[in-house]
C-alpha cells in the first residue's frame, strides 16, 4: 500500500492512469444496476440527444446509450483480461521451459514461436472471424486473440531467463540449497515481473484493438455489447449522417480513456519496478 | 595412492572450450592436464595465483560441480565429483564445499534480503531445528563474525559495502559446516586497503574453524599472507607448485619471478625499472606450440618455442620449465 | 625540485549530488570544501576508499557538472595560455574545446568504452576526424601509427577488434586514444582496477612514459597505496570528500603523519611478512550524512572530544606537506 501511495504522490503519471482506471471499472461496475437489458430494443424512444432521463440520449435501436455502454464496456475489459491472462500464461511457461531446457528443445521452440512472430496478424483473424462468425463468443474470441498474442512476450522472457541463469546469484541459490523451483520463482520471477506488467497491458490494449477492429467490420457476434459492436451498430444507423453523434462518439470517448489509463499506469508501473530504480532508491552511498 | 587419505585430489583435469561455427571452430585448452592434492588431517590454505586467463576461475568452477570437465578426475573424499547428479549428492556435495564469488554484489540477488539467503542455506542443510526463530539464530551465528544483526536486518545487498557484504556472503558459506571453501578472487573487488579484513577471516577459518581453502587470486601479497601451498598458473598450467615461502621467496620458474616483481609494494625502496613486454592478442598466447610463456620469457631457449615442458620435482616444488631440465 | 609551475587551481570546491527518486530526497557531499593545486609536469596522486569522493572530483575538473551533480561553491581555475580562466564558468562549447586537447580524461573501466563492432584502427580515426579536422586525412595512419610505435604498442591491434584483445592491451588503447592530442593534463580515473599484477605494471609503466616525454600532468585516482608509491610525484589522500592529507611521495611514505594514512599504508600486506596485519576498523562514512566534526573522528585511534565537534583544515608541515588533523601538528599531544 505504502507503495501505491508513494507513486500517487510523486508520479503524476501513475496518478492520472490510476484515477482513468478507477473510473472505467466503476463505469462497467454500473451495469449492473442497469434498468435496462442490453439485449431489448426498442424500449425507449429513438434517436433522443442527452437529456436528464438518459445522459447519453438513445439510439436508433431504442436503447439508453449509456446504460449500454456500461455492459459494452464490461464485457470487452472482460474479453480483453481473459484474452491477456490466457496469453500471458502461455508466453510464461513457452518462455521459461525454452529458457531453462535449452538444447534441441529450446531451438525447435523457438522456431515454432519465431513463426508466430511473422504471422500478419489481422489479416489471419479477419479471415478466421469471417468462418467462425457465429461461434465467437467471449470465450472464444478470448481465445482466438490469445493465440496470436503470446509469441513475442514469450522470446523476451526466454532472452531473461537465459541471462538470469548465468547470473552468479543464482549459483549461490543452488549452493544455498535451494531446489529447482525454489530458484525459478524466488530468484528468477521478480525479474519478470516488470516486462509482464508492460506487456499485459500491451497486451491487453492490443486484444481490445483487435476485437474492436474485428467488431467495426462486423465479423464478430454483433449480439453480444462491445464497443467494437456498439461502434458498428452506430455506423451501420448511419449515426454521424443522422446527427445522433452521441452514440458513436461516446464508446470512442471512453476508449481512449481506457486506453490512456492502461498506458499511464503501465509506463509507470514498469518505471517503478524496473529493479535497477528499486536498487537506487534503497542505495545509501555514492561517489 | 591411497584416495579416501585426501580432502580433495585433482588429477589431469582439462578444459577445452570450442569457439565458433560449425564451419570454423578453434579451441581454447583453458585448463591443461592440472593436477594436485590437499590432505584431510590438517586444514590448510591453498592458493591458485594467476593472471586473468590463466584458467583458474574455470578451474574453480569445476571443482564447485558448475562446469564439466573434458578430461580428468576431480575426486572429493573419494567420491567423483562429475559423477553427482542426483539431489541427494548434490545436497551432500555443497554441504561439504561451498564457493565465495569475486563480485559480493552478484553474489545475492540485489531483490532478495541478505538474512534470508543466510537463514534458508541454514533450514535447507537441516543446520539448526526445524522451528528456530530466524532473529535469534542470526543474532547468534552473526556474533561470531563479529557482526551485529541489527546492522544486517531486513537490509538489501546494495545497501553494504563490498567488505560488508563479502564477508557476509562468507558466513553464509560457513553455515553448511563445509570441509572446503572455494574462493574465487574474495577480496579483488574490495579496496586494497580494507582487504585485510576479509583476508584475516581466511586464516581464521583454517585456524579456528578448521576448514580448508582453496584461494583463487593475482596478488600474491594476500597469497603469501595466508597460504600454506601455492600454484602459479599460466594459460591453464600450473608452471610452479610448491610451499608459498620457497615459491616466493625463491621463485623458479620466470613467470613467477616477474608476477613477483610486479607487485606494486607499499614503499619506495623497490621501484620497477625494466620495463616489461605483455601479450597482445590472447588467443596467440593460447595456441603457441611450446611453452606459453615463451613469448614473453626473458631466459627463452630454442626448445621453449616448439616443447611443452613436462613437469619435473626440483627444489621441494613442482615447475614446469626446460630451464631446469636435468639432461 | 622541479619546476613548479601552477597549472591547475582547485578553491574551496564544493560539488554535491542532488537525488530525488519517489519522494527520496538525499544530498550526497561527494566533495566537500577542497582545495589543492596541480602542477606542471607532475604526477600527482589521489588516494582514498571508494566512495570518498574521488572519482566527482575528477569529473569536477574536466568540467563534467551534468544533474544530479551540481557545483555548490569555489573555483577551479585552470592556467590557458598565460591566462588563469575559471573553467566552472566555461560554456559548453568552450568547455568542448579544452576537452581531449587541454585535458583529457580515462574513466574507470575504460577498457570497455571501445566499440565492440569497429576495428580500433577505425575508432582511431574517428576520434581524429572529430577532433583534429586540422589534420588531413592522409596524414592520420601515419600519425597514429608513429604515436602507437612511440609509446611501445604493437601495430597489429590496429587491424583488430576490441574482444581480441586482453583487458591490459583495450586499457592501454584507450590511454593512446585520449592522449593522442599530447594534452596538458591527464586524468586517469582507477586506471588498473580489475587489472592483473603484471598488466597493470604495463599500463603503469606507459602512463609515465608519456608523462615523461611530454612533460605534462598525470592526475592519477587508485585506492592502492601500492600503486602510488611507485608512480606518483606528489600524493593527496581524500576522505569522506575531503583532502586530509597531501605531500611529496617520499614524505608521506616515510613520514605519514595522518592516523587514515598511516593505515592506508600499513593495511597493504607486504611478501616476506607474514605478521598480522589489519585494515581500518569500520567502514567509510556515507557522503549524504557526513559525520560532524572530523571525518575520520569515528574511525580514528587518536579522536578527542575537539575532533567531534570541529572540523581541522589543512595545515603546513613543511616541504609541501600538508595535513588535516588537530592531534598531530601539536606533537601528537591530545
Not at chain 2, 567420491?79 to 542426483?86: A, L, M, S
Not at chain 2, 625463491?250 to 625499472?273: A, G, N, V
Amino acid at each position: 500500500m505504502k507503495s501505491i501511495m508513494d507513486l500517487m504522490k510523486h508520479d503524476k503519471q501513475f496518478l492520472i492512469g490510476f484515477l482513468m482506471l478507477i473510473f472505467i471499472i466503476f463505469f462497467s461496475l454500473l451495469s449492473f444496476f442497469s434498468p435496462y437489458d442490453p439485449q431489448d430494443r426498442y424500449v425507449v424512444q429513438r434517436d433522443l440527444p442527452p437529456s436528464a432521463q438518459h445522459i447519453l440520449g438513445t439510439n436508433s435501436l431504442g436503447q439508453d446509450v449509456f446504460w449500454f455502454l456500461t455492459f459494452a464496456l464490461k464485457n470487452s475489459l472482460i474479453i480483453g483480461i481473459l484474452a491477456v491472462v490466457l496469453g500471458r500464461i502461455v508466453a510464461i511457461i513457452i518462455g521459461l521451459l525454452s529458457g531453462y531446457i535449452g538444447g534441441t528443445f529450446d531451438r525447435v521452440i523457438t522456431t515454432i514461436t519465431d513463426s508466430f512472430i511473422v504471422l500478419p496478424r489481422l489479416p489471419i483473424l479477419i479471415l478466421l472471424s469471417f468462418i467462425l462468425k457465429g461461434n465467437l463468443n467471449f470465450i472464444n474470441m478470448a481465445l482466438l486473440l490469445a493465440f496470436f498474442d503470446w509469441a513475442w512476450p514469450s522470446k523476451r522472457y526466454r532472452s531473461q531467463i537465459l541471462s538470469l541463469k548465468e547470473v552468479e546469484f543464482t549459483n549461490t541459490a543452488r549452493f544455498s540449497g535451494r531446489k529447482i523451483y525454489e530458484i525459478i520463482f524466488k530468484e528468477h520471477i521478480p525479474f519478470l515481473i516488470p516486462y509482464i506488467m508492460a506487456d499485459a497491458i500491451s497486451g491487453f490494449l492490443f486484444a481490445i484493438g483487435m476485437e474492436i477492429t474485428l467488431s467495426v467490420l462486423g465479423l464478430t457476434n454483433l449480439d453480444i455489447p462491445t464497443i467494437g459492436t456498439t461502434i458498428f451498430w452506430a455506423n451501420y444507423y448511419q449515426s454521424m449522417l443522422k446527427g445522433t453523434w452521441w452514440w458513436i462518439s461516446s464508446p470512442i470517448v471512453v476508449l481512449i480513456i481506457t486506453v490512456l489509463g492502461f498506458y499511464l499506469l503501465s509506463v509507470s508501473i514498469s518505471t517503478f519496478l524496473d529493479p535497477r530504480i528499486r536498487i537506487q532508491s534503497k542505495k545509501t552511498g555514492d561517489k | 595412492m591411497n584416495n579416501t587419505n585426501k580432502l580433495i585430489s585433482v588429477r589431469n583435469l582439462t578444459k577445452i572450450f570450442s569457439r565458433g561455427s560449425i564451419l570454423f571452430k578453434t579451441y581454447i585448452l583453458a585448463v591443461n592436464n592440472v593436477s594436485f592434492e590437499i590432505e584431510m588431517e590438517k586444514p590448510e590454505i591453498f592458493t591458485l595465483a594467476g593472471e586473468s586467463g590463466s584458467g583458474k576461475s574455470t578451474l574453480a568452477r569445476m571443482l564447485l560441480g558448475l562446469v564439466e570437465p573434458t578430461y580428468g578426475t576431480i575426486l572429493y573424499k573419494g567420491k567423483d565429483i562429475v559423477q553427482i547428479t542426483n539431489t541427494k549428492n548434490w545436497m551432500w556435495f555443497t554441504k561439504e564445499v561451498q564457493p565465495i564469488f569475486q563480485n559480493p554484489f552478484e553474489t545475492f540477488s540485489p531483490l532478495n534480503r541478505v538474512e534470508d539467503y543466510l537463514y534458508d542455506t541454514a533450514r535447507n542443510y537441516k543446520m539448526i531445528p526445524k522451528n528456530t526463530d530466524k532473529n535469534s539464530f542470526l543474532k547468534e551465528y552473526l556474533n561470531i563474525f563479529g557482526l551485529s544483526y541489527d546492522e544486517i536486518k531486513g537490509k538489501y545487498p546494495h545497501e553494504f559495502s563490498g567488505g560488508q557484504l563479502q564477508r557476509l556472503s562468507i558466513a553464509r558459506a560457513l553455515i553448511t559446516n563445509p570441509s572446503l571453501l572455494i574462493a574465487d578472487e574474495p577480496v579483488s573487488m574490495i579496496d586494497a586497503s580494507l582487504r585485510m579484513s576479509v583476508v584475516n577471516l581466511f586464516k581464521e577459518l583454517k585456524n579456528r574453524f578448521k576448514v580448508s581453502v582453496i584461494y583463487i587470486t593475482h596478488d600474491l601479497a594476500t597469497a603469501y599472507y595466508i597460504s600454506d601451498k601455492i600454484a602459479i598458473m599460466l594459460r591453464g598450467n600450473i608452471v610452479e607448485l610448491g610451499p608459498v615461502e620457497k615459491v616466493l621467496d625463491d621463485p623458479l620458474h620466470p613467470y613467477t619471478k616477474l608476477l613477483k616483481q610486479s607487485i606494486p609494494e607499499p614503499t619506495i625502496e623497490t621501484q620497477w625499472d625494466e620495463e616489461i613486454k605483455l601479450s597482445t592478442v590472447e588467443e596467440k598466447e593460447f595456441s603457441l606450440s611450446g611453452c606459453k610463456f615463451a613469448g614473453r620469457c626473458p631466459y627463452v631457449m630454442e626448445i621453449c618455442k616448439t616443447q611443452e615442458p613436462e613437469e619435473i620435482s626440483v627444489d621441494g616444488r613442482n615447475i614446469k620449465c626446460h630451464l631446469y631440465k636435468k639432461s | 625540485m622541479k619546476n613548479l609551475e601552477s597549472l591547475v587551481k582547485v578553491e574551496n570546491l564544493k560539488a554535491y549530488y542532488f537525488s530525488n527518486v519517489y519522494g527520496n530526497e538525499r544530498t550526497i557531499k561527494a566533495v566537500d570544501d577542497v582545495s589543492f593545486e596541480i602542477f606542471n609536469n607532475e604526477i600527482l596522486g589521489i588516494a582514498g576508499e571508494s566512495g570518498c569522493g574521488k572519482t566527482t572530483l575528477l569529473k569536477v575538473l574536466l568540467g563534467i557538472t551534468k544533474s544530479p551533480l551540481s557545483i555548490v561553491g569555489g573555483n577551479v581555475i585552470y592556467k590557458l595560455d598565460q591566462e588563469e580562466k575559471n573553467i566552472l564558468s566555461f560554456s559548453n562549447g568552450e568547455l568542448r574545446n579544452i576537452r581531449w586537447k587541454v585535458v583529457s580524461y580515462i574513466p574507470q573501466g575504460s577498457m570497455n568504452v571501445l566499440n565492440p563492432i569497429r576495428k580500433i584502427k577505425d575508432t582511431f580515426k574517428d576520434f581524429m576526424e572529430t577532433h583534429r579536422p586540422d589534420i588531413s586525412k592522409d596524414d592520420f595512419d601515419t600519425l597514429i601509427k608513429d604515436y602507437l610505435r612511440s609509446l611501445g604498442l604493437p601495430l597489429e591491434v590496429l587491424n583488430s577488434y576490441p574482444h581480441q584483445l586482453s583487458g591490459g592491451m583495450r586499457q592501454r588503447v584507450t590511454i593512446a586514444l585520449s592522449t593522442l592530442c599530447r594534452p596538458k593534463i591527464i586524468l586517469a580515473d582507477e586506471p588498473t582496477t580489475a587489472l592483473d599484477v603484471v598488466v597493470q605494471r604495463g599500463v603503469l609503466q606507459l602512463l609515465k612514459k608519456i608523462q615523461k616525454e611530454e612533460e605534462n600532468t598525470l592526475v592519477v585516482v587508485s585506492h592502492d597505496m601500492g600503486i602510488h608509491a611507485h608512480i606518483s610525484d606528489r600524493v593527496a589522500i581524500m576522505y569522506a570528500g575531503k583532502i586530509i592529507e597531501i605531500g611529496p611521495k617520499k614524505e608521506i611514505f616515510t613520514n605519514p603523519l595522518h592516523p587514515y594514512t598511516k593505515y592506508l599504508i600499513s593495511s597493504l600486506p607486504k611478501l616476506g611478512d607474514k605478521s598480522f596485519k589489519s585494515s581500518i576498523p569500520g567502514s567509510p562514512p556515507p557522503l549524504s550524512n557526513p559525520p560532524k566534526g572530523c571525518r575520520f573522528h569515528e574511525r580514528c585511534p587518536e579522536s578527542t572530544p575537539m575532533c567531534e565537534k570541529e572540523e581541522p583544515s589543512l595545515v603546513d608541515m613543511g616541504e609541501g606537506h600538508k595535513i588535516a588533523c588537530f592531534f598531530v601538528p601539536k606533537g601528537g599531544k591530545v
